[in-house]
């Protein structure tokens, strides 16, 4: 007994200590500031550069090749005026887990020196380590080809850690032959096939729709009720 007494007692006397109160002003600017969302690479491109990207991220529109660079450049000045000093292609393998490649933003040059460079290239397309993917003897190891690919619909962000930060790029994993070895490429395979779908049946509706968004479907919900009750309650 006196063992419950005293778990009841603390849960009815517990109280924060040491709390520094924040307020809400100080939150608004804490709040996502190391996300790199869409209004703020909006400001740090060209206007035709973000038209290009902004037709790829709501419309489904191959990205143009010719704005990767102008893209990662952006990408890469604002992830060094957060203190970033490598980027990784941020991706979901089967493993229910997240991965990640680091790379650094620093290249070594002549006389000792290093510069930063981040390309398009680098931006768009990544090869991770697929050394250690299962094969079953049928292939030599240097032959698993798994590609990460940038997925601009989702924005970059900065990873904290205890030796600095890292740009983490949202991207989709598959092989090189189009299977998907990831969570997120059915997912956006899902969606796409969604907003084709719902295009065509809008249009029954002589609505017309240049894409639509799906989140996690309707929302449903059943009750279990019994029988009394139910012939109790008029709204049932």
Known sequence: MNH???????????????????????????????????????????????????????????????????????????????????????????????????????????????????????????????????????RATFEARGYTAWDPTSPAFIMRHANGATLCIPTAFASWTGEALDLKTPLLRSIEALNKSAQRALKYFGVEANKVSSTLGAEQEYFLIDEEFYYRRPDL
């Open 4 to 138: 419950d007494f005293d778990v009841i007692s603390a849960a009815r006397n517990w109280r924060f200590k040491d709390v520094r109160k924040v307020s809400s002003d100080i939150a608004g600017e804490v709040f996502a500031s190391d996300v790199l969302d869409i209004d703020e690479l909006r400001e740090l491109v060209s206007k035709p550069v973000w038209k290009s990207l902004q037709a790829t991220i709501e419309k489904g529109t191959p990205l143009d090749p010719s704005i990767a660079d102008t893209i990662a450049l952006a990408m890469k000045k604002w992830a060094l005026e957060k203190g970033a000093t490598h980027y990784t292609h941020w991706f979901h393998p089967l493993t229910g887990y997240t991965a990640e490649k680091h790379d650094s933003f620093y290249t070594p040059i002549s006389e000792g020196k290093v510069i930063a460079s981040f390309t398009g290239k680098e931006l768009i397309q990544a090869e991770p380590d697929a050394s250690s993917f299962p094969s079953g003897g049928l």
